[in-house]
Nanobody, 126 residues
Framework: QVQLVESGGGLVQPGGSLRLSCAAAGNIFSIYAMGWYRQAPGKQRELVASISNRNGITTGSGETNYLDSVKGRFTISRDHTKNLLYLQLNSMQPENTAVYCC?????????????WGQGKQVTVTS
């Protein structure tokens, strides 16, 4: 099992910045991809950014992917030494308001697994 705990949500003004963190614990060596999803009220959940490494997320840098609307403004990164996943959100706009959740995917006991954090509210408002 893998446990994910997010931190860093809150209120921010338009144009402002925020950093979300996701602490991973447990069988992290089984994980090959991690990402940030968000869900705004009345909308479907969408993948904002992800980082993956076919050899395992702990083995080094991975391939990153972003939702088109956040490219150039949001950055996903990982601190291997602390088992932390980050999402840096810059130039934020009201449409970025949502609950942001950390996600991890892996293989454990030869079965695919997916894990979720509890989510953090991010609100962009003046």
């Amino acid at each position: 099992q893998v446990q994910l705990v997010e931190s860093g949500g809150g209120l921010v003004q338009p144009g402002g910045s925020l950093r979300l963190s996701c602490a991973a614990a447990g069988n992290i060596f089984s994980i090959y991809a991690m990402g940030w999803y968000r869900q705004a009220p009345g909308k479907q959940r969408e993948l904002v950014a992800s980082i993956s490494n076919r050899n395992g997320i702990t083995t080094g840098s991975g391939e990153t992917n972003y939702l088109d609307s956040v490219k150039g403004r949001f950055t996903i990164s990982r601190d291997h030494t602390k088992n932390l996943l980050y999402l840096q959100l810059n130039s934020m706009q009201p449409e970025n308001t949502a609950v942001y959740c950390c996600d991890a995917e892996g293989i454990l006991d030869q079965s695919p697994r997916e894990y979720w954090g509890q989510g953090k509210q991010v609100t962009v408002t003046s």
